[in-house]
């Protein structure tokens, strides 16, 4: 299995409240990746990263944003949560030159705003 | 902008019997890589194939095998001797072979797969 790390699996949290999701890897990834899912469908990007001090806005808009300080650390952060945030938000990584190079999948945080 | 499509929202099968997950894409570029992932309930998702477009052979992974039509645009993926724990969504994923960028990947909608015992 992958290296990659999501903390917390599930948070239920009001609305107004500043956010942040956890996500590391271990295997010295260069990419990074943040989709959010809705419960049993498809998964849109939302940011990625090509390495430190790097990061993209991905195909979906959202109001996060994103930081990548350290290569195997790549947080997620709401400022002011509302319910329309409610949703899966899945962290992945890839390594190597190749787009061969498969990404490999967080467990994800179930995002829950009341 | 490439689409990925997959046009069965749910599919189910008997254990041991034998199914197909259709996807479809669409592309202008002539080389490229294709994906599919498995995400179980509440679990990982995982890669369980790959093929890259230029390699006219079918991928195969043990029970699991890809028809990659190329000028069809077609990406099945067949599980043989389904077993209980191939329950999962099913997501196809396409992406470039450009090398540099992120290499983001495009995914389809995702089939649900059941196992019936």
């Known amino acids: 299995e992958a290296d990659i790390y999501q903390t917390p699996r599930y948070l239920v949290i009001g609305t107004g409240k500043k956010i942040t999701l956890e996500c590391s890897q271990t295997m010295g990834h260069d990419k990074m990746y943040w989709y959010q899912q809705d419960p049993g469908m498809e998964l849109h990007l939302i940011h990625y990263s090509y390495g430190v001090n790097s990061t993209e806005k991905g195909d979906l808009s959202s109001e996060s944003t994103v930081s990548r300080i350290r290569t195997e650390h790549f947080p997620l952060t709401l400022e002011s949560a509302r319910p329309s945030h409610t949703s899966q938000y899945l962290c992945?990584?890839?390594?190597?030159?190749?787009?061969?190079?498969?990404?490999?999948f967080g467990d994800g945080t179930r995002l829950s705003i009341l | 902008a490439q689409t990925v499509t997959q046009s069965q929202p749910e599919m189910s099968v008997q254990e041991a019997e034998t199914v197909t997950l259709s996807c479809t894409y669409d592309?202008?570029?002539?080389?490229?890589?294709l994906f599919w992932y498995k995400q179980p309930p509440s679990r990982q998702m995982i890669l369980v194939i790959r093929q890259e477009a230029y390699k006219q052979q079918n991928a195969t992974e043990n029970r699991f095998s890809v028809n990659f039509q190329k000028a069809a645009k077609s990406f099945s993926l067949k599980i043989s001797d389904s077993q209980l724990g191939d329950a999962a969504m099913y997501f196809c994923?396409?992406?470039?072979?450009?090398?540099?960028?992120?290499?983001?990947?495009?995914f389809g909608q995702g089939t649900r797969l059941t196992i019936n015992p």
């Open positions: 994923a396409y992406r470039s072979t450009y090398r540099g960028g992120a290499q983001k990947l495009v």
């Open positions: 992945a990584s890839s390594g190597g030159t190749g787009p061969n190079q498969p990404q490999h």
């Open positions: 592309t202008s570029e002539s080389d490229y890589y």
